[in-house]
């Protein structure tokens, strides 16, 4: 059974803005936090922005602080990421991923996390 579905990628040029969306199946226990993670072609996937799947306690990575917001549509189970004056380095595949833990920790680390979406691929030129 798939349970979290991205979408919305493209490409655009630095500056512009790109919204992606991740339906999250409502077998996603409610006790979850949800991920977005990017790679970009040949590097480590890194944690971009997390939040409770109760609609509370956004986080952000240093580096999209400001510029991303992550949000999420209980009714409709949907997240997403609203990104906001992209730069070439934001270019990768985008992850919507849940696991039962929430932390900074797991940003920089994001390997373990539980369950992963198939990905949605944003390029930024410059």
């Known amino acids: 059974q798939v349970q979290l579905v991205e979408s919305g990628g493209g490409a655009v040029q630095a500056g512009g803005s790109l919204s992606l969306s991740c339906v999250v199946s409502?077998?996603?226990?409610?006790?979850?936090?949800l991920y977005w993670i990017r790679q970009a072609p040949g590097k480590e996937r890194e944690g971009v922005a997390f939040?409770?799947?109760?609609?509370?306690?956004?986080r952000y990575s240093d580096s999209v602080e400001g510029r991303f917001t992550i949000s999420l549509d209980k009714t409709k189970r949907i997240l997403y990421l609203q990104m906001n004056d992209l730069k070439p380095d934001d270019s990768g595949t985008y992850y919507c991923?849940?696991?039962?833990?929430?932390?900074?920790?797991?940003?920089?680390?994001?390997?373990?996390?539980?369950?992963w979406g198939q990905g949605t691929l944003v390029t930024v030129s410059s």
């Open positions: 991923a849940a696991d039962p833990r929430g932390g900074y920790g797991l940003l920089s680390a994001p390997g373990s996390l539980e369950r």
């Open positions: 409502a077998s996603i226990p409610r006790v979850y936090w």
């Open positions: 939040m409770h799947i109760d609609g509370t306690s956004m």
